[in-house]
């Protein structure tokens, strides 16, 4: 009996309560207008750039030095060399050595400009240290896939903290994966943001 008669007024009270909050603050519309809109849109971001992050630092290297494992060695000479600072890009201590060299296989000669698993990216120090030695000899010894003589890299072996990099990406794209997550309950949930934590404390203070 006492639940029946307190049903209605509990009723009345939270209808008045849904009245107020109808009507929200435009500053507050303005917000969580703008978290609706822009978490998806930083997720989905973070999510693609995790993505890249992980294939271009780990897979790829990973799936093309397992290829070039059974490459022969054959000497070559490098034609043309040059170093490029990858600092606007990516805020680390790291350059990309592009390099041209010639080798002869199998009576052939051939050109080639692959340097690696990694895109010729490798620290600072290493990029100039590999320069220094090859502008002093042009001679180097590339790994050449005998059934496609064309086919050839200067290095097979990955720089491990290269491909740690992955590892910040990764954790940038689960983050974004969540924030996708949480802006499609946001999306699938119309109730405002403001308007659920205010009936929260309500509920609460009841």
Known sequence: MVYHQ???VRRVVLCQMTRKLSSLPLRLRIVEFLIRLLLPLVGVGLLAAGLVGVVSFALLPLAEAFTTRNWVAVEARV??????????????????VVLRYSYTRDGQRFESSHFGPQRGLNTRRRSAEFLARVGSDPRLTVWVDA???DRATVQRRLNWVLV????PALAFGFLGAMMVLASMMLWNDRRSLFRRRNSRRFKQSD
Not at 82 to 89: C, T
Not at 164 to 167: C, I, P, Q, V
Request: glycine share 4%; hydrophobic share 45%; net charge negative.
């Open 164 to 167: 740690a990099l992955a590892l």
């Open 147 to 149: 059934n496609s003589p």
């Open 79 to 96: 034609e043309d060399m040059r170093r490029e600072s990858l600092g606007m890009v990516v805020p680390l201590p790291i350059d990309r």
């Open 6 to 8: 307190s049903f209605p």
